[in-house]
């Protein structure tokens, strides 16, 4: 009788972890389609914000009207989600096995972009302050942070027969975004600067969003 009550506290207990990490890998899924959500609706709410022209902070600029929702639903809440979404990530792949550096720049990544929603830009996104500063540092941490975790998940990926087929996936997602972020940080792309930004903190996203809809199927 005692054995057959430690093997049902020990499914439950094991139930309530998978339904933890599958809760946390939901976190990734949500993650960017909630952030595009709000940057999207701010940017068609705000008057004379253009999404060609204009950077993202700029939303939440100490002059934006909705400065408040952008930097905590939109760009601190991001960084939250993409927290969770690594502490599934690092179980899902390999049963835990493996390089923790992959999952850490991923944590890394979501702590900046938390930053980036605490530490606002100036004006125009123009560096003036040293609030201002901090933030562009936190978001240029942010953004090559998730860039890069995919190179490091490569090996792990790749010793999980469930996620074979990923790994080259993350190595030529990480790769195209690490070429377009380095064109968008050292090129001026005048009036299109926008979309270029844009593309260049999409990719990495986007790189999240197949790998957390994933986690949801194998934890």
């Known amino acids: 009788m005692e054995k057959i009550e430690n093997l049902y506290y020990s499914y439950k207990l094991i139930k309530v972890k ?3 990490y599958k809760f946390l890998a939901f976190c990734g899924v949500i993650a960017p389609i909630l952030f595009t959500a709000v940057l999207l609706i701010l940017g068609f709410i705000q008057p004379e914000y253009n999404h060609v022209t204009d950077y993202i902070s700029e939303l939440g600029a100490v002059d934006a009207p909705y400065s408040l929702i952008m930097n905590t639903v939109g760009i601190s ?6 927290i969770a979404f690594a502490f599934a990530l690092d179980r899902g792949v390999n049963n835990g096995n493996g390089s923790k550096i992959g999952p850490m720049l991923v944590i890394i990544s979501g702590v900046g ?3 980036c929603g605490i530490f606002i830009c100036d004006p125009g996104c123009i560096r003036i302050s040293t609030v201002g500063i901090i933030h562009g540092y936190m978001c240029f941490i942010a953004q090559f942070s998730l860039i890069f975790a ?3 998940m490569f090996h792990r ?5 469930r996620w074979r087929n990923f790994h080259i996936y993350s190595l030529t ?8 972020a380095i064109v968008y940080k050292f090129y001026s792309f005048g009036d299109l600067v926008g ?3 844009r593309i260049s903190f999409g990719i990495p996203l986007f790189w999240m969003e197949i790998m957390a809809i994933k986690l949801l199927r194998v934890l």
């Open 195 to 197: 979309v270029f930004q």
């Open 150 to 152: 995919p190179f490091f």
């Open 18 to 20: 998978r339904n933890t």
């Open 157 to 161: 990926l790749a010793r999980d027969a």
């Open 77 to 82: 809440l991001l960084g939250v989600l993409i």
């Open 113 to 115: 972009f938390v930053l």
């Open 173 to 180: 997602i990480a790769g195209i975004a690490l070429f377009v």
